[in-house]
């Protein structure tokens, strides 16, 4: 099993719809939760942490799963402006403080 | 506020021919720094990271080099770059207390 792992899509979708991203991790020790947003041939940036307790931030909602070993991120009513690839990201347990593990990112693409 | 700097954005170098890719930190005292790749079409590796100066710890075994000749500067080198090390070089840095990790605009190399 891949250490995090997600559906590299794409997700093409419409203006104003909602989409979500699943992903799967490895480790059940991890301890930190992340997606974090890269355009094209841009940095990724960070776009929220993922709290146990669920959070949400404007259209934006995470949600982790700690028995299943799975997070979520939920867009609402798509801009244009969120076509990116979005990563999830996961803390590796044992290693340094402040190692993370990537996905490979999944692709979204908000058409008009 | 924090920001993080790196050149030079593009680089085109012969196989063979040395390299030396700079990053440094502005807005935060001691912190964490890391070297990623992401090579096309796949997800960000880990190379280097270092807690403070003069410590650096590898995470992947090849013919790059990492220095911390001071607390913000982070330097990635090679004395002969292979086909192989193409790719978009990323620099970031995160502090002590938490996992979160925020990234310089990157090198994009590519090795002819």
């Known amino acids: 099993r891949k250490e995090v792992e997600q559906d590299p899509g794409p997700f093409n979708v419409p203006e104003g719809a909602t989409v979500a991203f699943n992903c799967t991790y490895s480790?059940?020790?991890?301890?930190?939760f992340f997606w974090y947003r890269q355009d094209c041939r841009k940095e990724p940036k960070l776009l929220m942490s993922?709290?146990?307790s669920g959070n949400e931030d404007g259209r934006f909602t995470a949600q982790l799963n700690r028995a299943s070993q799975y997070i979520s991120l939920l867009i609402r009513d798509s801009k244009l402006s969120d076509s990116a690839t979005y990563l999830c990201v996961v803390s590796r347990y044992g290693g340094s403080q402040g190692n993370l593990i990537f996905g490979k990112g999944t692709k979204l693409s908000v058409k008009p | 506020s924090q920001t993080i700097h790196q050149w030079p954005a593009t680089l085109v170098q012969p196989v063979g021919s040395p390299l030396s890719l700079e990053c440094t930190v502005e807005g935060t005292s001691n912190p964490n720094l890391y070297w990623y790749r992401q090579a096309a079409g796949r997800g960000l590796q880990l190379l280097f990271y270092?807690?403070?100066?003069?410590?650096i710890s590898s995470e992947v075994p090849q013919n790059l080099s990492a220095s911390r000749p001071q607390d913000r500067q982070f330097i990635l080198s090679s004395k002969k770059l292979l086909l192989s090390d193409s790719g978009f070089y990323l620099c970031?840095?995160?502090?002590?207390?938490?996992?979160?990790?925020?990234f310089g605009p990157g090198t994009r190399l590519t090795v002819t």
């Open positions: 270092s807690v403070g100066i003069g410590q």
């Open positions: 993922v709290y146990s």
């Open positions: 480790n059940s020790a991890s301890q930190s």
């Open positions: 970031a840095w995160g502090t002590g207390n938490s996992y979160e990790q925020y």
